[in-house]
């Protein structure tokens, strides 16, 4: 196999293909489905309320769970009347809570007072 070679013996650049495209989301796309406008779903990401990732380009894009955190957004919002900076907050202490209930489930099942006394404690 040959190679075509450029001025003075230099070879082309490589090129990358990728084998398949990235399942991600545009904000239109996602304001399409979260039935918001796209300025609005823009904004959540300069907040940090959705997570998002830019291209060379500039434009951003959204992973395939942004729904999901999109529809949390808007249902703290209209069900508790938060702003947004509260939204945040709330958000990150739900996964928090969702955090810790996940690690007390990994966790064998014991009684708190197992082990070091035979009697339950007195609270």
């Known amino acids: 196999m040959t190679t075509r070679s450029t001025r003075a013996g230099q070879q082309p650049p490589e090129r990358r293909y990728p084998l398949a495209r990235p399942h991600r989301l545009s904000a239109e796309s996602l304001a399409r489905t979260g039935g918001v406008h ?3 779903v823009r904004r959540f990401a300069v907040l940090g ?3 998002a990732e830019r291209d060379a380009t500039g434009r951003l894009w959204f992973p395939p769970g942004a729904p999901y955190q999109l ?3 808007q249902r703290l919002r209209a ?3 938060l702003n ?3 939204i945040g907050l709330v958000l990150d202490l739900l996964d928090h809570i969702d955090h810790l209930e996940a690690e007390l489930r990994r966790r ?3 009684t708190p007072w197992a ?3 035979s009697e339950p404690p007195w609270t």
Do not use: T
């Open 49 to 51: 309320l959705l997570d």
């Open 71 to 73: 529809a949390r957004i």
């Open 108 to 110: 064998p099942h014991r």
């Open 79 to 81: 069900g508790l009347c």
């Open 115 to 117: 082990g070091a006394r």
């Open 38 to 40: 796209p300025d609005l």
């Open 84 to 86: 947004y900076a509260s």
